[in-house]
């Protein structure tokens, strides 16, 4: 396994992050456990903030909380100088719970509620990325019924899909996301949100897509929201202030990918606007970008506790650890890949191809195919790298388990920063009518 940030192994052979022995995480917190590194996510997002300093551009840069949204992540992301983007009342509730600045929140989504946008305006948040015509007309509704103006981006289609290395260059963009340039929406909307007189347009948002190894979809991305600021200049008199370039910035999950460092996709990105907006505007826009898993995914790694195997001879060993598709449902949902070490014996050579398997009931719940360990025993710890992206964030009770606890780890110090569920958590929420409830035996007979 790859050893990410302040990860290494110690002098038991235990796999240490932050330096803290994972042994011992395990002994004080039980797994399975989310360790989060720090660290890592403080350099990630200096990395960053130091690449567009070097531009010379105004910028904000975002965090995308979906990837990982906890009230201590909220404090990390607000002590590292960055916004925060959230997409429902739930996000925005715990950055507001964390005391993040509401000014430097943004609030995406293409179907926000009337009660989420109230909220917001409450809050007074600082901008709202609308995603559509009724969001247009509500807004400014809502706005006007609080007599306030609000800040808001078009989200808008530039007809660019990047994947992992390449990007496919769309006419009309087939996506529940955002106004298409192409066929005129991104014009009518522009318009609109320029007569609406409690919406401030700040400028426009794209985003093109996830785990990006190549700057040139952002590139061409920023090219086509470029001439679409041309064609709005010229025939309405408008300016952007503000161009959102998204997010989408790929790590290394296995060797198998290859990602550029945070410095060449933020030069890539200024370099590009830098050149295609300079002869549209006498001041350049101030840029905005949105990494979710780049800050927080390479930090973030899972520990669990083997329990049972099962070797079919002649076809493949499954190896169970005691969490699975309701901790990390990646490998389920997009056939994600993941590397693994034996946390505890870290330094013994890996001698067998095993299978990972989740405790779930379904087939489908395998964490890593076919992955080289020492030999495992039941007991063993096992660490999955990378997790800290879309892991926690997306963790399920599925099976009633319990999702697990978080702790940031940092020179030697653990913090819990969720605490594990508890079984009386699981039936919480739960109600039994009172005509389905157990009654008292004197109230059973038939008199
Ligand atoms: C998910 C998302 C992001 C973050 O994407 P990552 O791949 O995690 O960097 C940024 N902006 C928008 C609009 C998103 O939906």
Known sequence: MYLHGTSTINAQGHLEIGGCDTVDLRNQYETPLYVMDEALIRQRAREYIEAFKKSGLSFQVAYASKAFCTMAMCRLVEEEGLSLDVVSEGELYTALQADFPPER????????????????????????????????????????????QVNILLRVTPGVEAHTHEYISTGQTDSKFGFDISNGSAYEAVQLALDKPNLVLLGLHSHIGSQIFEVDGFQVAAERVSAFAVQVKHELGATFRVINLGGGFGIRYTDEDAPLEVSEYITAITDAVKK????????LP????????????????????????????????????????TDNPRPALYDSKYEA????????????????????????DMLIWDTKLPHVV??????????????????S???????????????????????????????????????????????????
């Not at 388990?401 to 508890?422: C, H, N, Q, Y």
Request: proline share 4%.
């Open 378 to 395: 039941s007991g063993d710890l096992l660490a999955v790298a990378c997790t800290g992206a879309y892991n926690y964030s997306m963790a």
């Open 286 to 325: 101030e840029i905005w970008v949105e990494p979710g898993r780049s800050l927080v995914g390479d930090a973030g790694t899972t520990l669990y506790t083997i329990g049972t195997s099962k070797d079919i001879p002649g076809v493949r060993k499954y190896v169970s650890v005691d969490g699975g598709m």
């Open 397 to 447: 009770n599925y099976n009633r388990i319990r999702r697990p606890a978080v702790v940031f780890v940092k020179d030697g110090r653990s913090d819990l920063v969720v605490k594990r569920e508890t079984l009386p958590d699981i039936v919480a929420n739960d109600l039994i009518p009172q005509r389905i409830q157990k009654q008292p035996f004197a109230l059973e007979r038939n008199s």
């Open 276 to 283: 295609h907006f300079t002869r549209v505007y006498q001041t």
């Open 105 to 148: 929140i943004h609030f995406h989504g293409n179907n926000k509620t009337p009660e989420e946008l109230q909220m917001a305006i409450s809050a007074q948040i600082g901008c709202f990325v609308v995603d559509n015509f009724d969001e247009l007309h509500l807004l400014n509704a809502i706005a006007a019924e609080n007599k306030t």
């Open 341 to 364: 070490l034996l946390a505890n014996r870290a330094l013994e050579e890996a001698e067998e191809t095993v299978s990972i398997a989740g405790k779930c009931c379904e087939s489908g």
